[in-house]
């Protein structure tokens, strides 16, 4: 599965759309990228919307490789923050694992877990 994404007109707003079983492959495609789209701008913030995933086929030695391989777009693009929609019990509790891992690698770049489109827009102002 492909992860598709679209970069606002001033290129501070990327949201991405992953859809079906998320996997390791599709999300380090997605990173690379990402690292690549020129038009990305420095101090975007990405939105990853949940809402079409139908399983996660990661593990959670791959998500630690998923949080290491993202370190490079973040840097290269200088995204400030990751918001992650997860109106699903089960992708709130994959976003909350990701979100613990970032922490744990880098302490630096924000992440927060939302679970509606109300949180999504408090999320985009803080």
């Keep these: 599965m492909k992860i598709e994404y679209k970069v606002s007109q001033d290129g501070l707003r990327i949201e991405a759309f992953p859809k079906g079983i998320l996997d390791i492959e ?3 495609d997605y990173f690379e990228m990402l ?3 020129k038009n990305i701008k ?3 913030l990405e939105i990853v919307y949940f809402n079409d995933v139908t399983d996660f086929k990661i593990s959670f030695l791959e998500s630690k490789e ?3 391989n993202y370190q490079k777009p973040k ?3 200088k995204i400030n923050k990751t918001v ?3 109106k699903t019990d089960f992708a709130y509790g994959i976003g909350r694992m990701l979100q ?3 922490i744990i690698s880098n302490p630096n770049h924000k992440v927060e877990v939302v ?4 949180e999504l827009e408090k999320a985009n102002n803080s």
Excluded: K, R, W, Y
């Design 84 to 86: 992650f929609v997860c």
């Design 75 to 77: 840097a290269v693009q």
């Design 100 to 102: 613990t891992l970032h």
């Design 115 to 118: 679970e509606s489109e109300s």
């Design 35 to 37: 690292t690549n789209d």
């Design 42 to 44: 420095q101090g975007a």
């Design 26 to 28: 599709s999300t380090i």
């Design 66 to 68: 998923i949080i290491e």
